[in-house]
């Protein structure tokens, strides 16, 4: 009996990584604007079988700064804007709370991640998490993954803040989804 190939999966922070971050929250579809080659990066993880989750932070919502409806047209834009490139997302994890509610969802606290394993049925294990935040990078070697660092949104600001940074840094996504691309053909090979 053939054994059946693992799912790859790759998670992706969304603001800051996917499109342009704003200190002032990016709060309804008209301000979400997709950071220059990330809808073709996704495309090309996805032609290549990975699996694209965008787990996300969105304490907008608690603060009163946009509702569901607006996340959700946020969220219809970007699959859009990824679609039309030739890729897909197939799932969007959020966290809606403030960072004072002390929920198990909020990165840095990795709830999110463990709902996506269950979901899927995947090890988190060496799964590439990429973010923008130290708290995205802390989500994801909580639970053993793979944390990769973008210099997009707050990227270099989180950089310069850790000198220590335990993580792999890449200019954006595009650079990221290019090194995985090409390391995957070389162990193939």
């Known amino acids: 009996m053939p054994q059946r190939a693992a799912t790859k999966v790759i998670v992706l922070d969304r603001d800051g990584v996917i499109n342009e971050d704003s200190d002032e929250y990016v709060k309804c579809a008209e301000e979400w604007q997709p950071i220059d080659g990330s809808p073709q990066a996704i495309a090309r993880l996805s032609r290549a079988g990975w699996r694209v989750v965008v787990c996300t932070n969105q304490s907008g919502i608690a603060r009163g700064l946009f509702d569901l409806d607006a996340l959700n047209d946020m969220h219809r834009k970007m699959r859009r804007l990824v679609k039309k490139a030739g890729g897909r997302i197939d799932a969007i994890l959020f966290c ?94």
């Open 96 to 189: 809606p709370h403030a960072p004072e509610a002390v929920c198990e969802c909020r990165k840095p606290r990795p709830g999110m991640l463990y709902e996506l394993m269950e979901r899927l049925g995947v090890d988190l294990a060496g799964m590439p998490v990429v973010g923008d935040s130290l708290r995205d990078l802390q989500a994801g070697m909580a639970v053993g993954a793979r944390p990769v660092l973008v210099r997009t949104g707050k990227g270099e600001r989180t950089l310069a803040d850790n000198s220590r940074l335990n993580a792999e840094v890449f200019d954006d996504l595009a650079a990221f989804v290019d090194a995985l691309l090409k390391e995957e053909a070389n162990t193939a090979t």
